[in-house]
């Protein structure tokens, strides 16, 4: 939308500023209404630029230079490796938007070798699976990504614990806010500082 308005406005304004007219100037009546119509272009483009800017779904510069600067070595990644790593989380995770992956921990996805990075995201979802039935777990990922790149073993096992097994079935229908939920307690349980990252293959 942005892009289209952009394109509308800077026409608009280039057929305003053209030395001739499709329909010449001293045409009673008619003579402006080209010029009228240009300047409408314009401001419509100005429009869609303004509400894609505000309300449009696409990323922002504003999150680029946010992720940019909680990671800087984002700027030097080659685009296929982002591209590479994007992709194999959207595998892993279908159901999760991997943007908002990728904006939290662009560091923990992109620092390091892509295999073992991927190779741990994929036990930790599959530990999610298993020791959480019924859980939506693309969901819980996409609310505390960082628990894709951590050893949350001994946390899962002590919510089940805690918890009984049927406040895991239907969760998710009954409690739109049970992925937070259950991030919020999963961190409570790792304690403050103390995440277990995977050690090395």
Not at 186 to 201: R, T, V
Request: contains cysteine.
């Amino acid at each position: 939308m942005m892009s289209l308005g952009l394109v509308l406005f800077v026409g608009g304004l280039a057929y305003r500023g053209l030395p001739f007219d499709l329909i010449p100037d001293w045409i009673p009546l008619f003579g402006k209404l080209d010029d009228l119509a240009a300047g409408g272009v314009a401001g419509a483009g100005c429009a869609m630029m303004y509400f894609g800017w505000h309300y449009g779904t696409g990323p922002k510069p504003t999150e680029a230079i946010a992720v940019a600067h909680v990671f800087p070595a984002i700027l030097e990644t080659p685009r296929s490796v982002i591209a590479q790593r994007m992709a194999a989380l959207k595998e892993l995770v279908p159901r999760a938007d991997a943007a908002v992956i990728f904006r939290a921990e662009p560091r923990l996805l992109l620092a390091g070798d892509g295999d073992v990075i991927m190779a741990n995201a994929r036990r930790s979802v599959a530990a999610i699976k298993s020791q959480l039935p019924g859980v939506n777990a693309d969901k819980l990922v996409e609310q505390e990504p960082s628990m894709m790149f951590e050893d949350i073993s001994e946390e899962l096992e002590a919510l089940r614990e805690l918890w009984p097994e049927e406040a895991f079935r239907n969760s998710d229908e009954q409690n739109p806010f049970f992925a937070e939920e259950l991030a919020l307690a999963i961190k409570a349980l790792q304690g403050k500082g103390k995440e277990k990252p995977f050690k090395s293959l």
